[in-house]
């Protein structure tokens, strides 16, 4: 498999940690508001398709602006900042989702769109705009897209990186007593380190050390058509 589409998975499941405490509280309230699982069970999935639709398209629009500069130097500099912002997420993790937060969500677009927010198509709707919601780990998967310089492979790469940190944010919606969950999973050793390795991976991928599979050195060039290349 591509480097890049292990380091989406491997980012979707280190980050998962994170994103439950980011987001933990927020599907645990949405689970306290079903009392059959089979409801709870189709809003979580129309939710989280929302969500990695929201990704997708980041993913598309990120991996065609990296296709419209895709010198290898520019790549180089994606992932080294793919790198840098995943280890920024654990010195500065800002909770920027909250109960508070998604009742605004939830209101401005039943106001904008007329659909129910508690609806199936509400859920769908409010996980998009979720995906898109300020969080430094989503945005330093987006610079691993444009790093592939192809709207295709980011948008399998933001695909990939949703599914991979979905089924934490499921279990936190259906566990109804997260509390001591949450004091199991959010210790400081499980939230981080997996962070720091990845972290660490991308920017070793960024430097060009010349480790086959790992840091891969960069020559600088880029790949002209056939058309383009002088004859020999």
């Given amino acids: 498999m591509n480097s ?23 599907m645990a309230g949405i689970g306290a508001r079903h009392s059959r699982w089979g409801s709870l069970f ?10 990695i639709a929201g990704y997708m398209l980041m993913g598309l629009v990120m991996g065609a602006a990296g296709q419209l500069v895709s010198l290898v130097l520019i790549q180089r500099w994606l992932m080294l900042l793919a790198g840098a912002m995943i280890l920024l997420t654990i010195l500065f993790s800002v909770k920027t989702v909250s109960g508070a937060v998604f009742t605004r969500m939830m209101n401005l677009v039943s106001r904008a769109t007329g659909i129910r927010a508690g609806s199936n198509a509400g859920m769908l709707l409010l996980g998009f705009f979720n995906g898109l919601l300020p969080c430094g780990l989503v945005y330093a998967a987006a610079a691993g897209a444009m790093a592939t310089a192809s709207w295709w492979q980011g948008l399998l790469f933001m695909l990939l990186f949703g599914l991979a940190n979905t ?62 290349r002088p004859a020999h």
């Fill in 4 to 26: 890049f589409y292990l380091a989406a998975l491997a980012t979707g499941m280190a980050g998962s940690m994170h994103c439950l405490g980011m987001c933990g509280p927020l």
């Fill in 42 to 51: 189709r809003q979580m999935l129309l939710h989280h398709g929302g969500r």
């Fill in 167 to 228: 089924p934490v944010l499921m279990l936190a919606a259906s566990w109804h007593r997260v509390a001591s969950l949450k004091l199991q999973l959010r210790s400081r050793y499980w939230k981080t380190v997996p962070l720091v390795i990845i972290g660490l991976f991308f920017l070793l991928k960024g430097a060009g050390l010349g480790i086959p599979g790992i840091s891969p050195a960069f020559t600088g060039a880029h790949h002209k058509p056939a058309c383009c």
